[in-house]
């Protein structure tokens, strides 16, 4: 067994063992166990069943993070993404009003075009078609809003419906007592380099929860799986191509392509597999698992699945194969048992994870920033839009028109690519019509 482990995952070549690839993958498993139930969370507020939708959630960690594994062999966890589920289940559910059928056929047209893109061999055009500063800022404008909803989802902030403006939540309540405690403990385990300290901090939250009255225990913790019949094959296509849309699918789009190529070179480098110009050889593997993820989740009801950051857990302690990825997915089949467990934990619990992976995507803001005020200029107003707008669609549509219009004022238009002035002009129309109120 350890032999035929050994041939297919080529441990010895990458100097590495079973035992510690199994590990590893023990870690990235406790690193992104958090999103069972996070993902869920954000999907249900949208209007999705949440039962539904975390059996969806870890079938798609488990299938994902499976095919990474046995077809890459690279130890990258594939799963939904944090910023896609925020677009969906918030964005487009709750500030938008599109439906979340429309909101998954979104979704699934972005990752139509992602496997369009890595079959063809067409990524490179829309690297230069992208401004580096969009690029770089929109991780830290999603993270601004997911971090956002974190803190609105714990009670910490609220939206002054009069004056259309946050307000400080009251933190003597339940829900910001529970989240400070879970942050706090996340964050205690975060500084000491501890595994699943996110998690741990919503498993803290959870139990401040119980006495609280925030998080109802009741019936067994361990159960067949919720079916996913409910939101399975509900995806929207025909309702995804329409202008409104555009910014979304940008959006969802842009989420798995920067996504994809950014955890793969970074924790590619963690592991030594890259090469010595920082490329990653045979890159569009984990691309075309990652691309059939993006445009098969949706039709099980999840959106933008991905290789996920917390893939650099598993690096860090030492995983160099698809082994580690095989060995995340058998653990998070694992938790397909555990389903009624994961529906007991409330928002509240889930809010501190939220509020740090949003606080650590906000961090790539300080890559955004060229020589020049107006090379930062067009990441600052996109975040500042987001804000805002309390929408991540506008605050794309104002960072990229803002880009285009900032080059033309400072006379350097002749750098803009064809293809994007013409994507300025209907992102244009719709933040014009979003900002004055007009749909």
């Known amino acids: 067994m350890i032999a035929a482990l050994d041939r297919w995952f080529h441990l010895d070549a990458r100097g590495t063992t079973t035992a510690r690839e199994c590990l590893a993958g023990l870690t990235s498993f406790m690193a992104a166990a958090y999103l069972i139930v996070v993902i869920p969370g954000l999907l249900s507020s949208g209007g999705m069943d949440r039962a539904a939708a975390t059996t969806a959630t870890i079938a798609m960690l488990t299938l994902g993070s499976l095919a990474m594994g046995l077809y890459t062999n690279l130890p990258f966890i594939v799963g939904p993404g944090l910023g896609g589920s925020a677009i969906l289940g918030v964005t487009l559910a709750q500030v938008e009003h599109v439906p979340w059928q ?3 056929g979104i979704a699934m047209l972005s990752g139509i075009l992602f496997l369009a893109l890595t079959l063809t061999g067409a990524r490179g055009l829309v690297m230069r078609l992208v401004p580096v500063q969009i690029k770089l800022g929109l991780g830290a404008s999603l993270g601004l809003y997911i971090a956002l909803l974190g803190c609105r989802d714990a009670g910490m902030v609220a939206l002054n419906a009069k004056s259309n403006a946050f307000a400080l939540g009251n933190f003597a309540a339940s829900g910001p007592i529970a989240a400070l405690v879970g942050l706090a403990v996340a964050v205690a385990l975060q500084a000491r380099r501890i595994p699943g300290a996110v998690l741990a901090g919503i498993v803290a939250a959870a139990l401040v929860g119980i006495p609280l009255g925030l998080t109802k225990l009741g019936g067994a913790p361990v159960d067949l799986p919720h079916g996913l019949g409910p939101i399975a094959l509900r995806a929207d296509l025909p309702a995804a191509i329409a202008l409104a849309s555009l910014p979304y699918l940008f959006a969802f789009f842009a989420g798995e392509f920067f996504s994809t190529l950014g955890t793969t070179l970074a924790v590619g480098a963690k592991a030594g597999l ?12 984990p691309f075309l698992v990652d691309s059939i993820a993006a445009t098969l989740g949706p039709l099980i009801g999840v959106p933008a699945g991905t ?4 893939s650099a857990a598993g ?12 060995a995340a997915a058998i653990l998070f089949l694992l938790t397909l048992l555990l389903t009624p467990l994961a529906m007991a934990i409330p928002k509240q619990a889930t809010a501190p994870a939220l509020i740090l992976i949003g606080i650590a995507m906000l961090g790539t803001i300080r890559n955004a920033a060229g020589e020049r005020t107006e090379d930062l200029l067009p990441a ?10 309390n929408s991540f669609g506008t605050g794309i549509a104002a960072g990229i028109f803002v880009h285009v219009l900032v080059q033309i004022l400072a006379g350097r238009w002749r750098e803009l690519p064809i293809g994007l002035v013409i994507l300025a002009i209907p992102l244009g129309y719709y933040f014009v019509t979003a900002a004055t109120g007009h749909h």
């Open 102 to 104: 429309a909101g998954l």
């Open 274 to 285: 890259t090469d010595s110009h920082g490329d990653l050889p045979g890159i569009e593997r």
């Open 380 to 389: 600052m107003v996109m975040l500042l839009v987001t804000l805002i707008a």
């Open 307 to 310: 290789a996920l950051v917390e």
């Open 315 to 326: 690096v860090e302690a030492g995983g160099r194969t698809g082994l580690t990825a095989v």
